[in-house]
């Protein structure tokens, strides 16, 4: 694998070369769980954390905490590529889940499932993480349209301060979802790998028919 362009000034980052993941999927289960800004998805996670044992990573929270962490491989790196406004490249986000599944594994003797909240969010993403780290064993889609995501954000940003919850980031953040996240649902829903969600009920009722996909797939709660 070629190394990585490096922002003006700085080193190249080479990437490990591979031949075979990382983790076997025969031990390791790894749910991509992708939606629309305002799905629910994040409310979907935490229940099936509670219910099923599963580890929680999200790729935009652990390239934040890398950016910041003293010491870190990555970090002026990701300041680099953010300062210049620029995509961090996929082989340091990949590298970071990586590393967060090891380490919940081997410190925190973790149960091998993992629920990987918003990715891959491009087509290189998925390509380069099947490749290196675990082949997923299914991506969990909320399918919502975009009239209820954008009723939801606008109410959630009455009190959530996020920045990006207004209309205008709104509208942004679907086109960026539609262009470059609705190939990777599409790709792997041809291989069979999707489990798609109607997520336009209520919380609770659109949890109902994941507790019933997650039993068909063979996953079983563990509480």
């Known amino acids: 694998m070629p190394a990585l362009?490096?922002?003006?000034?700085?080193?190249?980052?080479?990437?490990?070369?591979?031949?075979t993941p990382t983790f076997s999927p025969d031990k390791v289960s790894v749910i991509f769980v992708l939606g629309g800004p305002g799905a629910g998805k994040g409310t979907q996670c935490d229940k099936l954390v509670r219910d099923y044992g599963f580890t929680h990573l999200s790729?935009?929270?652990?390239?934040r905490e890398e950016q910041d962490r003293e010491g870190s491989q990555f970090g002026s790196l990701i300041k680099e590529y953010i300062k210049e406004g620029t995509i961090v490249p996929m082989e340091i986000t990949v590298q970071l889940l990586e590393n967060a599944m090891n380490e919940d594994l081997t410190k925190k003797h973790g149960n091998g499932r993992f629920l990987i909240d918003g990715f891959p969010r491009k087509m290189d993403q998925a390509l380069k993480f099947e490749e290196v780290v675990c082949p997923s064993k299914f991506t969990l889609f909320f399918d919502c349209p975009e009239d209820v995501m954008q009723e939801r954000l606008l109410n959630r940003g009455k009190t959530s301060g996020r920045a990006d919850d207004n209309a205008e980031s709104i509208?942004?953040?679907?086109?960026t979802f539609v262009e470059t996240s609705m190939p990777v649902v599409?790709?792997?829903?041809?291989?069979?790998?999707?489990v798609r969600i109607p997520a336009t009920r209520a919380p609770d009722e659109v949890y109902e028919e994941v507790k019933e996909k997650m039993g068909q797939r063979g996953?079983?709660?563990t509480k």
């Open 186 to 194: 599409e790709y792997f829903e041809k291989e069979g790998k999707v």
């Open 171 to 175: 509208k942004k953040r679907f086109k």
């Open 5 to 19: 362009p490096a922002p003006a000034n700085k080193p190249q980052l080479s990437a490990p070369d591979k031949d």
């Open 219 to 221: 996953l079983e709660m």
């Open 59 to 63: 790729a935009g929270d652990l390239l």
